[in-house]
């Protein structure tokens, strides 16, 4: 077996090489969810409010709020995450979202497989009802995922999303590690 450091700064040459980017912290973002997913395309779509890394980096620790019980094996301690309590909509995402609620307000809120996760979470920051600090949105798939991150970049909340169907817990995951990581330098 080989080296994983030297096999990781190999990658990290590769990469930056590859990428357009002045700004080192979001370079290393892109850098994390590049390896994590092997998806080169998110050099062109991952797209950050303007203050979404600065204060994602001090509120990972925090605890992060997620979607899936996948996205909290992926992230352990970090992840905040309960089954709904009640089933009042045909969806469970959507159940979870809105039972979530007012918990998620000065919080990191991630996202990374319900589009419909993301179109609910959306809808209550329009109306008022909470009030996340950074939503890390990433849901994978072809019906309502591009629609539910291009609507998250028009609100007023910190964001970070790929415009893309691409997605995914992995992608989401690998944000929350590199915000974790950069948090600690």
């Known amino acids: 077996m080989g080296n994983f450091s030297n096999i990781e700064r190999q990658a990290e040459e590769i990469l930056r090489k590859i990428l357009p980017l002045d700004d080192p912290e979001k370079a290393k973002v892109i ?31 925090g605890g992060v709020i997620v979607d899936t019980k ?17 089933r009042r909509n045909n969806y469970y995402s959507i159940d979870l979202i809105e039972e979530m609620g007012k918990e998620m307000d000065g919080k990191v809120v991630m996202i990374g497989t319900s589009p419909l996760a993301l179109l609910t979470l959306n809808e209550m920051i329009k109306r008022e009802e909470v009030k996340p600090a950074v939503v890390i949105g990433v849901p994978v798939g072809f019906v309502n995922a591009l629609k539910a991150k291009i609507e998250l970049t028009k609100l007023p909340v910190e964001f970070i999303t790929n415009i893309s169907v691409k997605g995914g817990v992995a992608l989401g995951i690998s944000l929350v590690k590199a915000l974790v990581e950069l948090g600690e330098l």
């Open 70 to 86: 996948m996205a909290r094996t992926g992230l352990g301690d970090l992840a905040i995450y309960r089954e709904p309590k009640t």
């Open 31 to 61: 850098m994390r969810a590049i390896r994590a997913t092997g998806d080169l395309d998110l050099i062109g779509t991952l797209r950050f409010s303007q203050n979404a890394i600065s204060l994602g980096k001090r509120l990972v620790k």
